[in-house]
């Protein structure tokens, strides 16, 4: 079950003192609107020396853990995934913090709770643009409820600067764009 889940990833994370960010599905039902997911999202600020240690850690506690894919993503993409040994449906994704939006993200954290436990998330303006990115048609629908849940307290000049600095840095305009209407709903 994802609750299970989530308190498992969540305490083993806080014991472990790693510095995480709850993203994806779960963030979104608890900032926007909640919605059905089947996985757990995290941005973890973890160095790729302490990948294999964190993996060993991870499988002492009921994960799965196929070290050599892993590895090999983190190379190529920064991210990996881990499935509980309790319901294989459950995958728990992780990105590995490597952006400033993300470090400044997580200066900016909330804590919530969430099934008993506290967790650190992103604040709206920071989900949205986490999500904003990768600009894919279920983030851009997350984003929406999450403007409009929180229309008249986002930082509207904290998003645009972002923004525009993301957009910057793409040399595409999209992300600049998306922010502007989004303001507008």
């Not at 994370?13 to 039902?29: P, Q, W």
């Not at 892993?70 to 995958?91: A, E, H, P, Q, Y």
């Amino acid at each position: 079950m994802l609750e299970d889940e989530y308190k498992r990833i969540i305490a083993f994370l806080n014991k472990e003192g790693l510095n995480y960010l709850v993203i994806g599905g779960v963030a979104v039902s608890v900032i926007g609107e909640p919605r059905e997911t089947i996985d757990i999202d995290l941005c973890v600020f973890i160095k790729r020396a302490q990948i294999n240690s964190f993996l060993r850690k991870a499988k002492k506690i009921g994960y799965t853990v196929n070290e050599k894919e892993v590895l090999t993503r983190v190379k190529l993409t920064g991210t990996f995934s881990i499935i509980s040994i309790m319901d294989k449906k459950i995958r728990i994704d992780f990105i590995i913090a490597s952006h400033a939006v993300e470090k400044n993200a997580f200066k900016r954290k909330i804590e919530v709770e969430l099934y008993g436990v506290k967790a650190y998330y992103p604040t709206p303006e920071d989900l949205i643009l986490l999500k904003i990115v990768p600009g894919r048609t279920q983030d851009i629908a997350d984003v929406e409820k999450i403007a409009i849940r929180h229309k008249s307290k986002l930082d509207e000049k904290y998003l645009l600067a972002w923004a525009m600095k993301l957009s910057d840095e793409s040399q595409d305009l999209r992300i600049y764009k998306e922010v502007k209407r989004l303001l507008s709903l």
